[in-house]
């Protein structure tokens, strides 16, 4: 099945670093999405890239689909304590209906 | 508007023991799934269904079974539960003919078979 790599599993940083976690897959994506978990909380659709070279934005955070649309990444500038959390992308395949592969997600600490 | 309902929050089994799991979502969302969530593996699927009556297997499904009578309801069952299946359980939903919609979760059930 497919599979998606995401690293790192774990990224501590400084309040007012950046952030940044990446994505991989060795078959081309239809589409992939980014989801948040606080801790002790659920996943939280974040958005969904679907083009070729796309990139979105969401205040300090910047998403990317690479051009062969096999990985992507999340950035985040200058981390705030409120950025804590677990960091997830989820990639759709196009022909498994429905059926996202969730990366194993980068846990985020921030020091204040 | 309650979105992904989950029941229980917490639960305890031994060794052999059967549960339910319940999930009800109010959105009239067509597709419903359950993941396994343990450190350091993702989120893992182990069911999913597109529409009451139909369901099919995840990466994961051994040991878990799911029936889907009503659009609302998706029951995730552990016929004889093992200390491989102590884990986090999501359910999740979206608008099933729109297979790039994003998912909506529940809180999660948190499960520990000893």
């Known amino acids: 099945g497919q599979q998606v790599m995401q690293i790192p599993q774990y990224q501590h940083v400084q309040e007012g670093e950046d952030f940044t976690t990446y994505c991989n897959s060795s078959t081309t994506l239809s589409n992939i999405q980014w989801y948040k978990q606080r801790p002790g909380g659920h996943p939280v659709f974040l958005i969904q890239l679907v083009k070729s070279g796309e990139v979105k934005k969401q205040k300090r955070l910047t998403f990317q689909f690479g051009e062969a649309k096999k990985n992507s990444s999340l950035h985040i500038t200058a981390t705030q304590t409120t950025d804590v959390g677990t960091y997830f992308c989820a990639a759709g395949g196009g022909t498994s209906y429905g059926k996202l592969t969730f990366g194993q997600g980068t846990i985020l600490t921030v020091h204040p | 508007n309650a979105g992904v309902t989950q029941t229980p929050k917490f639960q305890v089994l031994k060794t052999g023991q059967s549960m339910t799991l319940q999930c009800a979502q109010d959105?009239?969302?067509?597709?419903m799934s359950w993941y396994r969530q343990d450190p350091g593996m993702g989120l893992r699927l182990i069911h999913y269904s597109v529409g009451a009556g139909i369901t099919d297997q995840g990466e994961v499904p051994n040991g878990y079974n799911v029936s889907r009578s009503t659009t609302e309801d998706f029951p995730l069952r552990l016929l004889s539960a093992a200390p491989s299946q102590t884990s986090v359980y999501f359910c999740a939903s979206r608008q099933g003919f729109r297979p790039r919609a994003p998912l909506h979760f529940g809180n999660g059930t948190r499960l520990t078979v000893t």
């Open positions: 959105m009239n969302h067509e597709y």
